[in-house]
Structure formats: structure tokens, C-alpha cells
């Protein structure tokens, strides 16, 4: 896509932690915990190299999405709300994905993290950071280690997303070009505000999927695997 990561938007968003912040839903255990996030747009292979990282260096993969699509499944009293969203491209409150991220990380037992497609907004991003540094346990105040960003053509990721044929109900035309829109919007942003603190790791996403997951091992070899 080409997209230029120079700006930087660092917008206050107010954010009502009394929601996230239960003494039971808080971030795991007692332990230093170690959080990337993986951002790009739709299509552009996030969930593809979250795999291979998983096996080649030990990380935990939370797709924000597939947790989102597991609570429509589950009959939640939040699905239908979930599944209007996701239709429509929007972006879920972030207590509500927050909620579900944090249980993920709880029952998952590691301490290293890729949250995959999340935080999305300004508002994702300031709900998390709030309930990252107020949590009660010091240990885990989280600052994200930092942000892999999967660089790619709108082009290739409507080629990607229409060959993909997972039956999502997101992957249609109409769908897919609100989507970019979404992500253009609001999701840069994020990954511009993390480009200012230094913490944004670009990877040019339009190559073959070998040749991205080169590039991606180098940028995890610090974290290198407790797993073979
Ligand atoms: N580098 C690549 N070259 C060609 N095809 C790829 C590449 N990476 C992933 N794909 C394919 O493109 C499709 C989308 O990939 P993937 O699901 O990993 O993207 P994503 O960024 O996680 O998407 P979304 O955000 O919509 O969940 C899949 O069918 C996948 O096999
Ligand atoms: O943090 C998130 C993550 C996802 N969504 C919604 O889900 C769809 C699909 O997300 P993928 O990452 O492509 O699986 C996305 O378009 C949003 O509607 C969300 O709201 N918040």
C-alpha cells in the first residue's frame, strides 16, 4: 500500500476503565509479560505469519477477530451486536474485545503474546494502555515490545481476501472495501502513533510467504525459541 508512517496522531481518548479493570478479569499471573501486536490490513497475511511465529519462537497467536467470531458462536448475550459489526466493518467496543483478550491470555498459561488485528483505533489502543497501567498485579504492566506491521497493496489483499474462502462473512466486495476504508481511517493511525515512539517494525507483505516469514525471523531472532 505504500503507506507513509510519518505523522503523528496522538489523540486523548477518554476511556471507562471501571468496565475492563475487574479484579478477576486482569491481565494473567505474576509474571513479566511479553505483548506484540500484529497490524496490517484485511488480507495482508497477519494470521499466516502469526502461525509461523507460534511454532518457530513460542508465542501465544490471539487473533482479536477469531475471538470475536468465537463469541458469536458461543450464543453470547454480545453476538448478535459482534456479528452486526463484523458485517458492517465496524469496530467492536474495546471493552468487549478486551474482555476477551485478557481471558485468552489467562487460560492460554505463556507470557508471550501476538495480538493479532488489535488494538484497531485510537480508542482500542488508550482502553488497553488504561488497563495495562492500572493493573493491580506491577508485574504486569504490559508496554507492548512492539508493533509488526504487515505492509501491503489494497490490490493484493482484495486478491487474498476473495481467494481466501474461509466462508467469513466479511469476505465479500462490499464488506472488504469498508474494511480498507476502517483500516485506512483509524487503524493507521495506531500504527503511526507506535511509528513515533520507535516501535514499529515494517514488513513489506506483498512477497511470497517464505520470503515474508525471512523477514519476519529476523525481526524475532532476539526472542529466539524455546521451541524448536
Ligand atoms: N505472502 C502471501 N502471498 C500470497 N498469499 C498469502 C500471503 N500471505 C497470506 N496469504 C493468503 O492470503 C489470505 C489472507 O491471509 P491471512 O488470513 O493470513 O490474512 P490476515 O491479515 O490475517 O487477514 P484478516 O485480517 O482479514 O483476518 C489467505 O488465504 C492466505 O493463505
Ligand atoms: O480488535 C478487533 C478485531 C476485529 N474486529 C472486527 O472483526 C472483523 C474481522 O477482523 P479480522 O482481524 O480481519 O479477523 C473486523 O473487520 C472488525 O469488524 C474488531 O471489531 N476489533
Do not use: W
Amino acid at each position: 500500500m505504500g503507506t507513509m508512517l510519518d505523522a503523528t496522531v496522538d489523540v486523548p481518548v477518554p476511556v471507562e476503565t471501571s468496565k475492563l479493570q475487574d479484579a478477576d478479569e486482569s491481565f494473567p499471573g505474576d509474571k513479566k509479560i511479553t505483548v506484540v501486536f500484529v497490524l496490517g490490513g484485511p488480507g495482508s497475511g497477519k494470521g499466516t505469519q502469526c502461525a509461523n511465529i507460534v511454532q518457530h519462537f513460542g508465542f501465544t497467536h490471539l487473533s482479536a477477530g477469531d475471538l470475536l467470531r468465537a463469541e458469536i458462536k458461543s450464543g453470547s448475550e454480545n453476538g448478535t451486536m459482534i456479528q452486526n459489526m463484523i458485517k458492517e466493518g465496524k469496530i467492536v467496543p474495546s471493552e468487549v474485545t478486551i474482555k476477551l483478550l485478557q481471558r485468552a491470555m489467562r487460560e492460554s498459561g505463556n507470557d508471550k503474546f501476538l495480538i493479532d488485528g488489535f488494538p484497531r483505533n485510537e480508542e482500542n489502543r488508550a482502553a488497553f494502555e488504561e488497563v495495562i497501567q492500572t493493573s493491580p498485579v506491577p508485574q504486569t504492566k504490559i508496554e507492548p515490545e512492539f508493533v509488526l506491521f504487515f505492509d501491503c497493496s489494497e490490490e493484493e489483499m482484495q486478491q487474498r481476501i476473495l481467494g481466501r474462502n474461509q466462508g467469513r462473512e466479511d469476505d465479500n466486495i462490499e464488506t472488504i472495501r469498508k474494511r480498507f476504508k476502517v483500516f485506512m481511517e483509524s487503524s493507521l493511525p495506531v500504527i503511526e502513533y507506535y511509528n513515533s515512539k520507535g516501535k514499529v517494525r515494517k514488513i513489506d507483505a506483498g512477497k511470497p510467504i517464505e520470503e515474508v516469514f525471512e523477514d519476519v525471523k529476523e525481526i524475532f531472532s532476539p526472542y529466539s525459541a524455546q521451541v524448536a
